[in-house]
Nanobody
């Protein structure tokens, strides 16, 4: 079992930045691929970014490419999402997810999920 806890969400003006963190506990964190998804009210959960266990594979949604950066620190059992140049359309609950193999954009391939952290971007 892997427990994931997100933090770092909040209210920010358009153009601002936030850094989300996801702390993992339980099984060996370094063996898991990690990802961030987001879900706005009334919409389906959508892929944001994914990172393989060793950082060798990274994937971003087109909507965040060039603005968001996913990274991980296996010694701290933490994955991060640095979000720059935020836009109102980035407003959503952001979820951290873990998979015991490369899962890419496929939400159903992820085995563990956090409870989410809210990001709100004002115009």
């Amino acid at each position: 079992q892997v427990r994931l806890v997100e933090s770092g969400g909040g209210l920010v003006q358009a153009g601002g930045s936030l850094r989300l963190s996801c702390a993992a506990s339980g099984r060996t964190f370094s063996g898991y691929a990690m990802a961030w998804f987001r879900q706005a009210p009334g919409k389906e959960r959508e892929f944001v970014a994914a990172l393989s266990w060793n950082g060798g594979s990274i994937l971003y949604a087109d909507s965040v490419k060039g603005r968001f950066t996913i990274s991980r620190d296996n010694e701290k059992n933490t994955v991060y999402l640095q979000m720059n140049s935020l836009k109102p359309e980035d407003t959503a609950a952001y979820y951290c997810a873990a998979a015991n193999r490369w899962a890419g954009v496929f939400v159903y391939y992820y085995d563990y999920w956090g409870q989410g952290t809210q990001v709100t971007v004002s115009p």
